[in-house]
């Protein structure tokens, strides 16, 4: 038997498909080369920036220890960071149209943009500090009140001020 060729409006529901999924690819490859300008060298920032913040371990840490703690530190830091950007340029290619990433292209690949996209990858550590700072404020503030409200003495003592431990079963 010979393959009957596909109805018209078959071939009509195809071609809108295709050009969704083109356009689609397309987003995402703009959104590539927009992460690629927005965030340079950035697994050499985040590398720079935990190993700093490691640099405080506190001092019964053994050397041989420290030393091991850095070096992995830096190499998941590599694996990791593709891997965020990889889940950034797909949230851009999905929030915006092409027409708005070429724009923000447009700018990224000017020197001006250049210069803000550095910024703003030095910001974003002080500003993620903010919000976990922030977070850990509300909730403390949350579990107080909700100490307040409903007696957490009565309860076992919950101290809404450090991390609960498991309590057992």
């Given at each position: ?44 920032t985040l590398r ?19 030393a091991w703690l ?27 149209s092409l027409e ?70």
């Amino acid at each position: 038997q010979q393959a009957q060729p596909s109805p018209p409006a078959a071939e009509a529901q195809a071609e809108p498909l295709l050009e969704v999924v083109s356009a689609d690819a397309q987003k995402l490859q703009y959104a590539q080369r927009l992460m690629a300008l927005s965030t340079p060298d950035l697994d050499k920032t985040l590398r720079e920036s935990l190993l700093e913040q490691m640099a405080n371990l506190p001092a019964d840490v053994p050397a041989t220890e420290a030393a091991w703690l850095r070096k992995t530190l830096s190499e998941l830091v590599v694996v990791h960071t593709r891997s965020l950007i990889g889940r950034l340029e797909q949230l851009y290619a999905d929030r915006f149209s092409l027409e708005e990433l070429s724009a923000l292209i447009a700018f990224r690949d000017t020197p001006m943009g250049q210069a803000i996209s550095r910024k703003e990858l030095a910001l974003s550590d002080d500003v993620a500090i903010a919000q976990m700072q922030m977070q850990q404020a509300m909730m403390i503030e949350l579990m107080t009140a909700y100490c307040r409200q409903f007696s957490c003495e009565a309860k076992g003592g919950l101290n809404p001020s450090v991390t609960p431990k498991p309590r057992p079963n």
